[in-house]
């Protein structure tokens, strides 16, 4: 048990790292203003952002955000940043939407590894 705590915990700072570094790539990205012009309500009522806004090529591009929200986290009509990669406008995201993964992976993973010192020292 204790060292499925301690593995899960690990697992879960990489995949935090990983993000981080998802992040940081973001530095180099293209930004541009959407409008949240819809809201897709999943089956337990949590809304994902879908967002619309020209691209640096002057195209426009339809995004839906990964996070949903309950209640939604964005109103229809609400202006945001959106970043892509350079020449992927589809690949856009709501700027500051990982910091949340990292927040709660950050701290999940914490607490796994705490946990899981805990339950070694102990005998579990």
């Known amino acids: 048990m204790a060292l499925f705590l301690l593995g899960s ?6 995949a935090t790292g990983y ?3 998802q992040s940081h790539l973001l530095r180099q990205n293209i930004e541009r203003q959407g409008t949240v012009i819809d809201l897709k309500v999943d089956d ?16 426009e591009v339809t995004i839906t955000s990964l ?6 986290a964005y109103t229809i009509g609400q202006s945001v940043t959106v970043v892509y990669p350079p020449n ?13 993964f990292l927040a709660i992976f ?18 579990w």
């Open 9 to 14: 915990g690990l697992f879960l700072l990489f």
């Open 19 to 21: 993000i981080l570094f």
């Open 44 to 59: 337990e009522g949590a809304a994902a952002p879908v967002v619309r806004f020209i691209d640096h090529n002057g195209r």
């Open 67 to 72: 996070v949903s929200a309950m209640p939604p």
């Open 88 to 100: 992927q406008p589809g690949q856009a995201r709501i700027k500051g939407e990982s910091k949340q």
């Open 106 to 123: 950050g701290a999940l993973s914490v607490a796994l590894i705490v946990v899981g010192v805990i339950a070694m020292l102990m005998g």
